[in-house]
């Protein structure tokens, strides 16, 4: 499929399948002015260069020159991610620069290390093959519902040691808050954001302040004591962290789950190598993330004036303040980084290279046991039937910024 070299995300046919205009964009005009305000990089090196710089501000709100009368969304997410200095105490650590997030970011590492990701492993095992063991006796699964939202649901779960009751109540919190991520986000969603978040809050105080008095071995806990130079986490950047963590801990992972595996019953011959081959287990899922990753797009301000090389020669230059859009999927399939990049191949010798957990000092915190649920997951659901086989078209969630399969049925075998 051929498409035109246009960043048009409000497009249901770009939403759908963003790859063919992600190379068109690249080849043509890398650089895209997307309008007065805001350019997208489509190129792996200019994406990797911007996400490591740290003359960009992740603090969108703050940093934005655009004004806030231009545009009616611009003023929303202003509103609602608040620039005072209240607001800011309770910004989430994904939108604050150093030092703010140097602090936060110490802080909490102190909670996410690889021995806390490796106790997690036999309780995501255990939670997969239970299932899977239903999913046997019936011959045949609904991927997302059944297994990819649950499993990393009761990971994060266990991990913050919250309470399990309401997890339809979080799905349903989650898909609202991350609807505003989306370059199409409306007005509606971000008042389906607020009334999540107005109910939201008050569940998390709750268990907040009770842990505060029972103390465990959890996430919660560590935040809770987490101390550097007698520093400690305020109530509000506590909550924020914890909504941090529930929603990102779970939402990424669900997709990759589900576009992993549609990717593998796209890919049969791959499905079987992986199967067969238990050394690729270390390697497959950077593959998948590379392939068609939960997270497409992320932004930055340049704080001073840049340059960027056009196709032709040219300089493009992107005054401070403007948007940087950096396309993480399509810096995932420049050919000039991976050789045939439309093709699945799980032991790309530099898969690991990928940009779907952004890069800099803001590389995703849960990376780490995100790869681990994905890799857990899939390979005991192919290693587990002989057979699997895809009973339905699978049905996309109608978003591009976080972008995963909402269905897929599988006959399994």
């Not at 990971?155 to 370059?183: G, H, K, N, Y």
Request: hydrophobic fraction near 40%; glycine fraction near 4%.
């Amino acid at each position: 499929m051929s498409a035109p070299a246009r960043w048009a995300p409000h497009l249901a046919e770009f939403r759908a399948d963003p790859y063919p205009f992600y190379a068109a964009l690249r080849a043509a005009d890398p650089v895209h002015r997307v309008d007065d305000w805001s350019v997208v990089l489509t190129r792996y090196d200019d994406v990797h260069r911007v996400l490591r710089d740290p003359g960009y501000s992740r603090d969108i709100e703050s940093s934005s020159a655009r004004p806030v009368d231009d545009d009616p969304i611009t003023a929303r997410r202003r509103q609602r991610r608040g620039t005072d200095e209240e607001a800011n105490a309770a910004k989430s650590i994904l939108n604050l620069d150093p030092p703010d997030h140097t602090r936060l970011r110490r802080l909490v590492t102190q909670a996410f290390t690889p021995r806390a990701i490796d106790q997690l492993r036999a309780a995501t095992e255990t939670m997969v093959d239970d299932i899977l063991d239903t999913a046997a006796e019936r011959g045949s699964m609904e991927l997302i519902d059944e297994l990819a939202f649950p499993v990393p649901f009761r990971v994060i779960s266990t991990m913050l040691d919250m309470p399990m009751d309401r997890a339809d109540d979080m799905r349903d919190w989650s898909q609202a808050l991350t609807a505003t991520l989306e370059p199409t986000a409306t007005l509606d969603d971000f008042d389906a954001a607020d009334a999540a978040i107005e109910q939201l809050i008050p569940h998390l105080v709750e268990v907040i302040e009770h842990r505060r008095h029972n103390l465990g071995d959890d996430v919660v806990s560590a935040l809770i004591t987490a101390e550097e130079e007698g520093d400690r986490l305020s109530l509000p950047e506590l909550i924020s962290f914890v909504v941090l963590l529930y929603v990102a801990g779970h939402e990424t992972t669900v997709n990759l789950i589900g576009n992993g595996m549609l990717a593998l019953l796209e890919n049969p011959d791959e499905m079987q190598r992986w199967r067969s081959d238990p050394t690729l287990d270390k390697v497959a899922v950077d593959e998948l993330l590379r392939f068609n990753g939960p997270v497409q797009q992320t932004v930055r301000v340049p704080m001073t004036p840049v340059t960027f090389a056009g196709t032709d020669g040219t300089e493009i230059h992107v005054d401070a303040g403007q948007a940087v859009i950096t396309c993480l999927g399509a810096a995932n399939h420049d050919p000039a980084v991976f050789a045939d990049p439309a093709r699945l191949q799980l032991d790309r010798p530099n898969a690991h290279r990928h940009m779907s957990f952004a890069s800099g000092i803001h590389y995703c915190l849960g990376a780490s046991l995100a790869k681990m649920e994905a890799t857990v997951t899939l390979s005991r659901i192919i290693r587990r039937f002989d057979t699997i086989e895809q009973a339905e078209p699978a049905s996309w969630r109608d978003r591009l910024t976080i972008r995963g399969v909402d269905r897929l049925v599988m006959n399994l075998g």
